[in-house]
């Protein structure tokens, strides 16, 4: 890919990994990190903060270094609000550590975090995403965070510092004093949430008292507690300096003046003796037809939805061939058709050798990774056309194996189901997403399709798998 160095995004910015990780650590593993909270359901829109990271990481490893791709679940981040479309009965829960929160009902996975997790860890095992998966809550309960954790409090006073040149003067009130700040949030032993407010600490001896809402309180050794955690513009430069990470890219929100990435930048040396990792500021990703994704109000379509219509490699080619800094929007209705057009256009350029260089690499980021390449669809057909003759047979197999065979030589419809097992594409009409829980279950229900007859789609009404029986992507 170095003839691609010029125009190629990925390429660029393993330019400048790879230079920094020599001139830090020379001769050591090249460190990439991705950060995703499972407080709900995981969106497109977090799947920058994967893809990027991922992408440079593997173009990494296909030049013959060494480089781990770091996904930290935040799942020791507090329970912040009920989700549309829960009981509000969770409300009890409201502060608890995401892993201590019940999965919502009706869920099989053991608690709230890891019912989030689990699509998305399926998803980026069929999208060929290679990482290495930390859960924060095991990090800090087993105490793995305690010397840095003891090292902020010390540092307590230089942070508020920090913060206070950037907190505004009405936010200021909602704070504790200066005199009071502390980096560090006991989670009530009793309760489990951080209703808590430290009310003395003793840097000798570490002893630490709080008090939390619920009445409950008590002292405890800092040096061996391992029921709390850092607030978040402490806790994420201390991990820079503790993975040793070169590149982490952020979204738009953590750009902005006090923000923890620019306040991180001068808590990761000041404190911890680290340095801030390259990181581009990506921008968001959309839907069309739909207004900005929160997990919260639900409605908001998961990885998992976009790979029921889409094949792997598509997937992966939105997000490869924009710059990090360019929004783009994720069709869900009838601008599918184009968009798969536009990506079958794309593989007959580059196979005649007539793709631009940056074409060329993002195709060839989205076909394979530094592993190999991805399942493929034995003989594409046209999305089109296979949403037309579906349409015309009504999903009938030998009536549309016969016209596909007379159309473009088909002579099973699995040779157009790709070598994984492949997703259904057998759509007549498509409709962009509604209102799904934010529990993230998916109820069914019934909609029309062009040609009147029904077929089972899921609730908010985004393409999933047909009844036709007929797969592309």
């Keep these: 890919m170095a003839d691609s160095a010029e125009t190629d995004w990925v390429s660029r910015f393993a330019d400048e990994v790879i230079s920094e990780a020599e001139r830090r650590a020379p001769g050591k ?11 709900g359901p995981i969106h497109l829109g977090n799947l920058r903060e994967v893809m990027t990271p991922h992408l440079v990481a593997d173009e990494i490893r296909r030049r013959g270094l060494e480089c781990r791709h770091l996904l930290s679940w935040d799942d020791y981040d507090r329970f912040r609000r009920v989700p549309a479309g829960i009981d509000p009965s969770w409300a009890e ?35 060929g995403v290679e990482y ?18 003891l090292t902020a409090v010390r540092a307590r006073a230089g942070i508020d510092a920090v913060l206070s040149r950037y907190r505004l003067k009405q936010a200021a009130e909602s704070e504790q004093a200066a005199d009071d700040y502390f980096p560090y949030k006991p989670y ?15 840097d000798e001896t570490t002893e630490l008292a709080y008090t939390c809402e619920c009445g409950f309180g008590e002292t405890v050794r800092l040096a061996e507690h391992d029921r709390g955690k850092l607030v978040w513009k402490v806790d994420w430069p201390m991990r820079w300096a503790y993975e040793g990470v ?35 500021m990506y921008a968001f990703v959309g839907i069309t037809g739909m207004a900005k994704m929160s997990s919260s109000k639900g409605g908001v379509p998961i990885p998992a939805d976009a790979l029921e219509i889409m094949e792997a490699p598509l997937l992966r080619w939105l997000y490869a061939r924009r710059k990090p800094a360019q929004s783009f929007k994720i069709a ?33 980021r989205a076909v394979s990774t530094a592993a190999g390449p991805l399942p493929a669809t034995p003989h594409p057909v046209a999305y089109r056309t296979l949403a037309s003759v579906v349409d015309i047979t009504t999903g009938h197999a030998e009536q549309t194996l016969r016209i596909l065979r ?27 997403p509604t209102s799904a829980p934010a529990c993230g279950s998916r109820p069914t229900r019934s909609c029309s399709t062009r040609s009147g007859r029904r077929s089972t789609r899921r609730c908010g009404c985004w393409p999933t798998a047909s009844t036709t029986g007929l797969w592309r992507g």
């Design 29 to 39: 593993t090249i460190v990439c990190a991705s950060g995703l909270s499972p407080s």
């Design 93 to 127: 829960h409201i502060g608890k550590p995401l892993t201590s929160v019940p999965a919502p009902p009706g869920s099989t996975y053991a608690n709230w975090a890891e019912h989030f997790k689990a699509p998305l860890v399926t998803a980026l095992a069929e999208l």
């Design 132 to 149: 290495d998966p930390i859960s924060q809550t095991e990090q800090y309960t087993s105490g793995v965070y305690r010397e840095q954790i």
């Design 188 to 202: 009530c032993d009793l309760c489990e949430r951080d209703l808590t407010t430290v009310t003395a600490y003793d």
């Design 246 to 280: 070169i590149f982490e890219p952020s979204g738009v929100d953590h750009h902005s003046p006090g923000s923890a990435w620019i306040v991180g930048g001068q808590l990761v040396g000041e404190v911890f003796g680290g340095q801030q990792p390259i990181g581009p």
């Design 332 to 364: 869900f209705d009838q601008e599918i058709q184009r968009l798969y057009d536009e990506w079958d256009s794309l593989g007959r350029k580059v196979a005649a050798g007539q793709a631009q260089p940056a074409e060329l690499a993002a195709y060839n």
């Design 406 to 432: 007379d159309l473009d030589g088909v002579e099973a419809l699995d040779e157009v189901a790709p070598a994984s097992g492949g997703r259904s594409a057998g759509w007549s009409s498509t409709c962009p």
